[in-house]
Nanobody, 129 residues
Framework: QIQLIESGGGSVQSGESLRLSCVAS????????AGWFRQVPDKEKEGIAS???????SYPDSVKGRFTISQDNADNTMYLQMDNLNPEDTAMYYC???????????????????????RGQGTMVTVSS
């Protein structure tokens, strides 16, 4: 059973960058639809990035052009580079893995609409203006 652990959250100012990491164990990320979602208390979860088994990526408009997902299969680690952050990006960020076939069909929407294979514990990102 794959397990995920995130790191890299923190507090930054508007316009700054952060990079989140997600280390996998017990399974290979490249065999899953992997990605990130975020959640603000009392709000719906929001999928923000996906990367599929053949490295195809997808993003919603809210982060497209600012966030970049990548994966290092040798280290079994996934990253989320977040640039030009703004206060609306403040949330708990989770990495997640789902059955591989969902990336092609749902992309970033996978992680809020299907049962997950695994989810990390979350890392907090706070952006102040």
């Amino acid at each position: 059973q794959i397990q995920l652990i995130e790191s890299g959250g923190g507090s930054v100012q508007s316009g700054e960058s952060l990079r989140l990491s997600c280390v996998a164990s017990g399974g290979s990320l490249e065999n899953y639809c992997a990605g990130w979602f975020r959640q603000v208390p009392d709000k719906e979860k929001e999928g923000i990035a996906s990367i599929g088994p053949d490295s195809e990526t997808s993003y919603p408009d809210s982060v497209k052009g600012r966030f970049t997902i990548s994966q290092d299969n040798a280290d079994n680690t996934m990253y989320l580079q977040m640039d030009n952050l703004n206060p609306e990006d403040t949330a708990m960020y989770y990495c997640a893995a789902a059955p591989r076939e969902f990336c092609a069909v749902m992309g970033w929407g996978t992680f809020t609409n299907v049962p997950l294979s695994a989810r990390g514990q979350g890392t907090m990102v706070t952006v102040s203006s």
